[in-house]
Nanobody, 115 residues
């Protein structure tokens, strides 16, 4: 069973940047489209960024132009570069397949944007 471990979250001021990492327990990024998701307190989990096997990326309107998804297949790691962070970006961030599997959800990494 694949396991994802997210890291890189923390407390950052508005306008700041963070780089999240998603480490997979096996080689999966080269054969699956992937996504970064986030869940704010009291809200449903939403998809914010995706990357296909071919490297095509897509973003939710709320993060377009500020976030960048990438991956390193050799390291079994996916990234989310987040710039110009806003308070509304505060959430727990998770990675999973583009068509997520319930048994693949990890603990996520908390991102808090606050002054």
């Amino acid at each position: 069973q694949v396991q994802f471990v997210e890291s890189g979250g923390g407390l950052v001021q508005p306008g700041g940047s963070l780089r999240l990492s998603c480490a997979a327990s096996e080689s999966i990024f080269s054969i699956n489209a992937m996504g970064w998701y986030r869940q704010a307190l009291g809200k449903q989990r939403v998809l914010v960024a995706t990357i296909t096997v071919g490297g095509i990326t897509n973003y939710a309107d709320s993060v377009k132009g500020r976030f960048a998804i990438s991956r390193d297949n050799a390291k079994n790691t996916m990234y989310l570069q987040m710039n110009s962070l806003k308070s509304e970006d505060t959430a727990v961030y998770h990675c999973n397949l583009l068509h997520p599997r319930d048994d693949y959800w990890g603990q996520g990494t908390q991102v808090t944007v606050s002054s």
